[in-house]
């Protein structure tokens, strides 16, 4: 509908049928004011108040008439809010009984200062509050709100997307802790404010600050040198330290700062080394963990070892098996060795080492854990193949260097899951395979038989190559390719 085929039965109409729907239509404004006047005089409906109140461009004449004469809660909330509503209406419904209209008037960003002084005073704090949300109120009226008696009105001012920034700096200092940590988690706290606190001896404002999701560097730099030990240690994990930080820290601060770099990635090597030498036998059972522990520090931390820092090497897969080979060696060795079994990725001449050395438990653990031990040697392969727990001979019979006799010693071993890792071993003869394919355990005997059809589909293969070789030598002659010059012209290309 254009503005120039617009009539005022048609406007009507639209509106009685849904004044929310109407205003949408016509929030761009457009409606004649001569129309808006007429509709006004003539048509005294409820759905015409609430378009009139609604709607951007009606004449604030009508609006001040519409505050006088209409009950509605719905309409004088809208007037409340209109931009064009005069200020004498608003001081008048700031005064209404009913909380609704008051609180619709303390969000209004027309609100005048004086209306704002107003609204100051209300009994009810929930309109206090909407007031103190207000960005349109003035530092005035903040300062007056930042000393209300209710702790959650105070609060309030911080949603303000105008606070004065002397108020806010007054709000972090509040007597009431909610207050507080609103105010110093604020995104718009300014930098020297924030370093101000973190400077100050105030343990719990400092460890608000360590809540926010971005701190200056400054700041946090502060937050380092704090006296509260906690507030130190979670500083330190914000922070990436320098080498000289780091020293510095791991010389005279608090048992759990130490804990803490002993912990860290890339700690630098002199760090290390102080840390070996801490008197506190958790900060170097911690280092001892550490996957970047260097040699150096692991030397020194041998040098007065103790059951933890013992037990954190053998686990460590950046520690070199000849510094620990003694104690593994000593009266507890098997339980250190057993650790040192359970390492990540171990392989290799690590891995040797404990199917030659290890104990029960260090054996069972590398089956538990199912460790690799396809190409163990043959001097494990013969001690694990007549052990006597039935896991550890499975170790054995999946041995690619198990002689022969012992294969067909385990090919009759009482386990099952025994004989069946041979059955799976890629590396058993055929013979072997041939007596377990009638094993009395299904499962045994069906992967002994997969073995042997994938070696006769292999074999096959392999003939197939061989025949297409010699049938070409035969025919050589026809294609003029027999005889030795013709060989030699298949295998190098044209001969002279």
């Known amino acids: 509908m254009s503005v120039e085929q617009l009539d005022i039965k048609e406007l009507l109409g639209q509106i009685l049928s849904d004044p929310e729907a109407a205003l949408r239509h016509w929030r761009g404004g457009g409606i004649p004011i001569q129309l ?21 461009e009606t004449p604030s004449r009508i609006l001040e008439e519409l505050c006088e004469k209409s009950k509605s809660v719905r309409v004088l909330s809208l007037l409340a809010v209109h931009p064009r509503t005069p200020k004498s209406s608003l001081m008048q419904l700031c005064r ?30 929930f309109v206090r509050s909407a007031l103190a949300r207000n960005s349109a109120i003035t ?27 002397e108020i806010q700096r007054a709000l972090c200092d509040d007597v009431d802790v909610t207050v507080q940590i609103l105010a110093l988690l604020s995104p718009r706290l300014d930098e020297s404010c924030l370093l101000e606190w973190a400077d100050s001896d105030d343990s719990l404002a400092q460890r608000v600050i360590l809540m926010r999701p971005q701190l200056p560097e400054k700041v946090l730099e ?4 704090s006296s509260d030990s906690q507030v130190q240690s979670a500083a330190i994990g914000l922070k990436e330290l320098t080498a000289d930080e780091m020293v510095g820290f791991s010389q005279k601060s608090d048992e759990r700062i130490r804990a803490k770099i002993a912990c860290s990635r890339l700690v630098p090597e002199l760090v290390q080394l102080v840390l070996a030498d801490d008197s506190c036998e958790r900060v170097r059972g911690l280092l001892a963990g550490n996957r970047c522990l260097l040699g150096t520090a692991a030397i020194r931390l041998l040098s007065r070892p103790t059951e933890g820092v013992l037990a954190a090497l053998s686990g460590n897969p950046s520690v070199e098996l000849k510094l620990l080979r003694p104690y593994f060696e000593g009266a507890d060795g098997e339980d250190y060795l057993r650790i040192f079994a ?41 001690r694990l193949a007549r052990h006597a727990l039935p896991s550890v001979r499975s170790l054995a019979a999946g041995a690619s260097s198990l002689p022969l006799a012992l294969m067909m010693e385990l090919s009759r071993d009482d386990a099952s899951q025994v004989r069946l890792c041979l059955a799976r071993n890629e590396s058993a003869p055929t013979t072997v395979l041939e007596i377990l394919s009638n094993d009395s355990d299904a499962e045994v005997s069906k992967s002994a038989r997969v073995g042997l059809a994938r070696r006769a589909e292999s074999a096959g293969v ?20 027999g005889g030795p010059r013709g060989l030699l012209k298949r295998l190098f290309g044209k001969t002279e």
Not at 222 to 225: A, G, N
């Open 342 to 382: 359970c390492r990540d990725g171990l392989c290799g001449a690590d891995l040797e080492y404990v199917l030659l050395h290890g104990g029960d438990a260090s054996l069972y653990g590398l089956w538990h854990l199912e460790v690799d031990c396809h190409g163990m040697g043959v001097g494990a392969s013969r």
């Open 462 to 481: 392999e003939e197939v190559v061989s025949g297409e070789i010699v049938e070409s030598e035969e025919s050589g002659d026809v294609r003029g390719d």
């Open 96 to 125: 209404d009984e009913r909380v609704e209209l008051r609180l619709a008037v303390a969000g209004s960003k027309e609100i005048s200062p004086q209306t704002a002084l107003v609204l100051c005073e209300d009994s009810d704090a």
């Open 36 to 56: 808006l006047r007429e509709l006004y005089a003539k048509h005294d409906h409820y759905e015409v108040e609430c378009f009139l109140a609604g709607y951007a």
């Open 222 to 225: 502060s937050l380092l040198f």
């Open 139 to 165: 530092a005035r009226v903040q300062a007056i709100l930042s000393n209300d008696s209710v702790p959650f009105v105070r609060a309030s001012l911080l949603f303000s997307g105008k606070l004065d920034e």
